[in-house]
């Protein structure tokens, strides 16, 4: 019998939630990371913008609060935030950004020597930390250099397929060692998912490539309830084509967005707070622009960096200027930049509570794989890096506190074993290659241009059902795929993994949107444009049956702040 790898606390994700749990985990028991690819190169690395927290030290931001800033996030997430988590959030934001500072992260400045703080969308103070415009980068090593030093066992280029679950508790894990191409079995206590968002399921994203959503469909297929998927986040501002970020702190610096007229339109969707509104108000204006023909080329808008001048660009944004050399041979210095939205974040996610709890004993959810929900239905530029800083401490101590009420033998017993080699043996036939004719990289080309199209920006009931009908179809040739034999750093055969994953989660997003008859945040549907707090001041919980996805609706966790009309 094969004998699986035992730790008390193991945490699948080495990005900023997944490290932050397991630096938090190891204070009281052993935890291991298990992560598909080294640390540094999660998808947190990519990270723009900032962090927010409300420190008070920009000169407009003397008067800032949690409770400003709790309240910013609510009215941002369209009222559909839980905010008991929006003031856990809150209130420890200022701690935990603190506490980086004290590990190393080279945050940028103000002339007297404090962080410094710049204006982000639907922010009512300038709260936004930053390190220039790559804080993920700096966040994300100096997280990972906390983790070597408190000798955290990270095993890198493991893909996990499968949790392995008895009587509704977690017992283990299976995953691929991509670079042996063998199985490799995980007993644990307490599992930790960190796993990031589901990006990649649309065609136009910021996401890196491994951002398919694998470890949120992971927890589905286990039994676990998905929450207010159809909340998908599109950033205004990715460079067109590409699709690459170009971060919102531009706006923050005083960028303008600027249509075919040269006007800076943000005017007529946003007077007050202009381009610094909340992204689905932003994208949505740019998209609106494009459709109705003031677009450049009918394609895009231009972003203007040109009045913020040199010096400034090369303090603030040095990234910004130096994506827009290498990808596009334009110097924002001189010249306007071609922006269009593109899907940015997965507001919902695995279903969990304030501790990061599921619905299976011993397993947890952290970061952007989980709605805990601190987003609702649109996220602030900025919350998500404190989101899994925040609730990554917090899920790593109650998943060592779990695991400390448990004994290694109890983990361990011969039934656990026959489980988990049962499992292995399962997923060992899933890795054998199929001799299908239908092409992987065609049905996922279809698949994320079909959700741009049709569960995008706007969405209506029509073309909601088609999404669905077509998802279907895509599933039905999906078991017809070909994948190559071999195991070993095998590409396709990981594709194939993925692409089952994303299939199910588009499924429930198209789901979910065409059940909810409303428009809140950033799903707005141009058949039902109003918000209806009445019936839809809910959170969607859409569960995995035999019979399909079926969805249910579950109330919204309300303290301070009551539901009012969301203008900027
Ligand atoms: C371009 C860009 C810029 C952004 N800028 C900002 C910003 O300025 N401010 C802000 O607040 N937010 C920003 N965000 C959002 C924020 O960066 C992310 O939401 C956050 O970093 C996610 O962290 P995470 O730890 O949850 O996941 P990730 O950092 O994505 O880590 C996921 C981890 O899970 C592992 N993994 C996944 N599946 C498996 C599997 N099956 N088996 C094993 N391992 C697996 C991966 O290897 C990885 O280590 C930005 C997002 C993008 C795309």
Redesign the pocket.
């Known amino acids: 019998m094969m004998q699986p790898i035992f730790h008390p606390v193991l945490v ?7 490290l932050r749990a397991a630096i938090e985990a190891k204070k009281y028991c052993d935890a291991a990371v ?4 080294y ?1 540094v190169r ?3 690395c ?6 927010n927290a409300p420190l008070g030290n920009a000169p407009e931001g003397i008067d800032d609060s949690w409770e400003k800033h709790a309240y910013d996030t609510v009215k941002g997430s369209d009222f559909l935030a839980d905010q008991d988590a929006v003031e856990i959030l809150t209130k420890e934001a200022a701690e935990r950004v603190y506490e980086m500072e004290h590990w190393g992260t080279p945050f940028s400045r103000t002339p007297e020597g404090r962080i410094a703080q710049r204006p982000f969308g639907g922010a009512g103070f300038p709260r936004t930390c930053y390190a220039e415009d790559t ?2 980068h700096a966040l994300l090593h100096t997280i990972n250099e906390q983790a070597i030093k408190n000798n955290i066992k990270v095993y890198s280029e ?3 397929l499968s949790l392995v679950v008895r009587d509704k508790k977690i017992i283990g894990v299976i ?1 691929l060692n991509r670079l042996t191409g063998k199985l490799e079995a995980y007993a644990a206590h307490s599992v930790v998912l ?4 589901a990006g990649r399921i649309y065609a136009e994203t ?2 890196s490539l ?2 398919s959503g ?2 949120i469909s ?1 927890a589905f297929r286990a039994g676990v309830a998905l929450k207010d998927m159809e909340f998908m986040q599109f950033h205004p501002t990715s460079l067109y084509r590409t699709n690459i ?1 170009l ?1 919102e702190g531009s706006r923050g610096e005083g960028a303008y967005l600027l249509n075919s007229k040269g006007e800076r339109f943000m005017q007529r969707y946003a007077p007050v707070a202009m381009e610094l509104a909340p992204r689905d108000i932003v994208a949505r204006a740019i998209a609106t622009e494009i459709l109705e023909g003031r677009g450049v080329n009918n394609a895009y808008v231009h972003l203007d960096l040109r009045h913020l001048g040199e010096k400034k660009i090369n303090e603030r944004l040095p990234g910004v200027r130096e994506l827009c050399l290498s990808f596009i041979g334009l110097d924002p210095v001189k010249e306007l930049i071609p922006v269009q939205p593109a899907q ?2 997965t507001m919902g996610g695995i279903d969990c509570n304030i501790n990061g709890e599921t619905e299976i004993t011993g397993l947890y959810a952290v ?3 989980a709605c805990v929900s601190v987003h609702g239905a649109n996220r602030l ?6 989101e ?1 800083l925040v609730f990554g401490k917090r899920v790593g101590e109650f998943a060592a506190a779990f695991a400390l009420q448990e004994s290694k033998k109890s983990a361990m017993d011969e039934g656990i074993l026959d489980l988990i080699e049962q499992e292995y043996k399962k997923v060992n036939e899933k890795i054998k290659g199929k001799e299908g004719k239908e092409k992987i990289a065609s049905i996922r080309s279809d698949l994320g241009k079909l959700m741009v199209k049709k569960v995008g920006i706007f969405r209506q009931e029509d073309q909601l059902r088609e999404a669905l009908d077509e998802i279907s179809a895509l599933s039905e040739m999906f078991e017809h795929v070909y994948v190559s034999r071999g195991t070993i750093y095998n590409l396709e055969l990981l594709h194939a993994f993925d692409l089952e994953a994303m299939l199910a989660l588009a499924e429930v997003i198209a789901k979910g949107a065409l059940f909810r008859k409303e428009s809140r945040g950033s799903h707005y549907r141009t058949d039902y444009p109003e918000r209806d707090d009445e019936h839809f001041l809910k959170h969607t919980i859409a569960r995995c049956t035999p019979d399909g996805v079926k969805i249910e609706y579950r109330d919204v966790v309300m303290t301070k702040f009551k539901p009012e009309k969301r203008v900027y």
């Open positions: 699948i994700g080495g990005g900023l939630a997944g298990l992560s598909m690819v640390p999660s998808h947190s990519a990270a723009q913008g900032g962090i804080t993920g493991r893909f996990v995953a960190a796993t990031g968002g910021t996401n491994i951002m694998y470890g992971l970020l971060t940015h974040y970061g952007e794989c530029g900025g919350n998500s890096l404190l899994t």
